[in-house]
């Protein structure tokens, strides 16, 4: 089974009230990024940058307690890679082997 690479982007916004909050970005149960958001009223838009066999990845995005709110990820999609990829209900990559 030969890696790909592939880019995924999500557009990422928190409500939260008290301290600036931080947030995790995981793939399956590895930690891919962890964040402070100090933004009011927008979103961001995140990066991925996976290199992977082909399989099914959990993609999962979570406040650090003790943050007060609520984080939100729309239209998760990829943006380069592999055209045997895609996303599943926002939350799941798919890669696909490069030769099916």
Aim: net charge negative.
């Amino acid at each position: 089974m030969t890696r790909q690479f592939v880019i995924v982007k999500a557009d990422v916004s928190v409500d939260w009230t008290g301290a600036d909050p931080n947030y995790r970005v995981y793939v399956n149960n590895e930690l891919f990024a962890e964040r402070t958001w100090v933004w009011r009223e927008q979103y961001l838009e995140e990066f991925l940058q996976i290199w992977a066999g082909p399989g099914k990845y959990e993609l999962r995005w979570e406040l650090v307690p003790p943050a007060c709110g609520t984080i939100e990820v729309k239209n998760v999609r990829i943006a380069e890679g592999s055209l045997n990829s895609r996303i599943v209900k926002n939350s799941l990559l798919r890669i696909e082997n490069e030769s099916i």
